[in-house]
């Protein structure tokens, strides 16, 4: 950290590390990180009261007094470093470097979530997994995963998130992943990526601090990853797909009862989803499966077991209405797979959409929106109801549509009452949009007014 202990004296060895201060436990040693809302430092005085072990700062402390909020503190030991933030990830790329395991990060701009949890189900099957909770990807949230590594763990199974260029070198610099693996590459974060090629460029500084001896598994059917196979990699690399030739490629694909049955080199695999992206998904963990010695059987039920990725494409049921609650995030690669699972379910009553914006898209987000309407109609889409100054522009782009009828609302309550009056027994009701949109309020709705 190139820290510099400025107070107290040194304690404790392998003391367990803090950002937050609302959670802090006695023994623990802060560490006050900075991000956009927030500066840990302000909170440097709640962290001691509550018996933190040790401050890392890069501001000053002042002086204590000995009856500081009615205790006496003990001589805290106080470092003091340039950057909290970088002597975090310092920190945890140290404490990682103890543990000779498998280190598996997965990145790409859709499917990074479902991944990491259907991998880590199937190597669980043979010993304990670490793996980021949720979706903590980012430069915190790693941190503090691989902080949690123990020698009972075996294997780590890690997300990498990015909005902004920089963050996933950073990322692979604290974990020195041994195994990389990437989902896909699509218009995600334009704002700051400016172009997929972009997205591209910055997803795969994950392979920057990886050995030589590592493996690079990458989705072959898409066009930017594809062109992996023309690098002289100093790693392995090995394939998955569907529509192109790859060492792991899915064939005989059927969908019935609610589940997808595939083929790969002549085994059979069966997932509990009709969502089809995710034969991706799961061939990724496949493939990290097969690396890491897992039998097939052990990946066959690691595979299939459920995973509580909430707002990514869970099925619902209110009721009679059936929804498709996809309301974590939204991207146009992930939109149109949402758009194509709609499409390819059989309804009884209606197919409907009911989106907002998609945000991070940049110069190219009119565009973006206004594309979409190509995808709603070719999926057989009967009504689509927008909210957003963005998704404006689908329903503008769908006005003269003799397929699919769309209306666009102001405010999420009239989205809610035009929601009401349109859904009846047997409709179909995708609900999607980018996370600060807060959509899920829709499915609360229609929860609520099953009935």
């Known amino acids: 950290t190139s820290g510099k202990l400025v107070r107290g004296v040194a304690g404790k060895k392998n003391l367990r590390i803090s950002i937050d201060s609302r959670s802090i436990k006695p023994g623990e040693v802060f560490v006050a990180v900075r991000g956009k809302n927030f500066d840990g430092h302000k909170f440097i005085y709640d962290v001691i009261s509550k018996g933190a072990a040790g401050i890392v700062s890069s501001k000053k402390i ?17 470092i003091k470093v340039k950057d909290t933030n970088k002597a975090l990830g310092d920190i ?154 790859a060492d792991f490629q899915a064939v005989k694909i059927e969908k019935k009862g609610g589940k997808i049955t595939f083929a790969v080199s002549g085994k059979k695999y069966c997932l509990n989803t009709f969502v089809e992206h995710n034969i991706y998904n799961a061939l990724a963990a496949i493939c990290c499966g097969s690396l890491n010695n897992i039998g097939y059987n052990s990946i066959l039920t690691g595979i299939k077991t459920p995973t509580d990725c909430q707002g990514r494409q869970k099925i619902r049921k209110f009721g009679k209405i059936t929804v498709i609650d996809d309301t974590y995030n939204s991207n146009p690669l992930s939109f149109k797979s949402a ?31 206004e594309n979409m309407s190509k995808d709603i109609e070719a999926a ?23 397929i699919t009828k769309a209306t666009h609302y102001n405010s999420i309550e009239a989205v809610k009452r035009r929601v009401k009056v349109l859904c009846n027994d047997g409709d179909i009701v995708l609900v ?17 007014n099953e009935d």
């Not at 002042?62 to 106080?78: A, D, L, Q």
């Open 62 to 78: 002042m002086w204590i007094p000995s009856n500081f909020r009615g205790k006496t503190p003990p001589e805290i030991p106080v």
């Open 92 to 245: 945890a790329g140290f404490y990682r470097r103890k543990f000779d395991i498998p280190v598996v990060a997965i990145t790409g701009s859709v499917g990074k979530t479902s991944t990491k949890e259907i991998a880590s189900n199937v190597l669980m099957k043979k010993y304990p997994v670490l793996k980021n909770t949720k979706t903590e990807n980012n430069m915190f949230g790693v941190s503090l995963t691989l902080l949690n590594l123990n020698k009972l763990h075996k294997a780590a199974v890690i997300e990498f998130g990015t909005n902004h260029f920089g963050e996933i070198a950073v990322l692979s610099k604290i974990a020195r992943p041994t195994i990389a693996i990437f989902t896909n590459i699509g218009e995600s974060h334009l704002q700051h990526l400016q172009t997929p090629a972009g997205v591209f460029r910055e997803k795969f500084q994950l392979v920057k601090y990886m050995d030589k001896n590592g493996v690079i598994i990458f989705n072959a059917d898409d066009e930017h990853l594809s062109s992996l196979l023309k690098k002289n990699l100093s790693q392995k690399t090995i394939t998955f797909g569907i529509e192109k030739k």
């Open 339 to 369: 758009i194509r699972t709609l499409g390819g379910l059989k309804a009884k009553g209606k197919k409907i959409i009911v989106c907002s914006d998609m945000l991070e898209l940049g110069s190219t987000a009119k565009q973006l929106h």
């Open 380 to 402: 057989g889409i009967d009504l689509v109801v927008t909210f957003g100054s963005l998704a404006k522009h689908i329903t503008n782009a769908l006005k003269n549509s003799r």
């Open 432 to 448: 999607k949009g980018s996370r600060s949109t807060n959509m899920e309020r829709i499915v609360e709705f229609l929860e609520k």
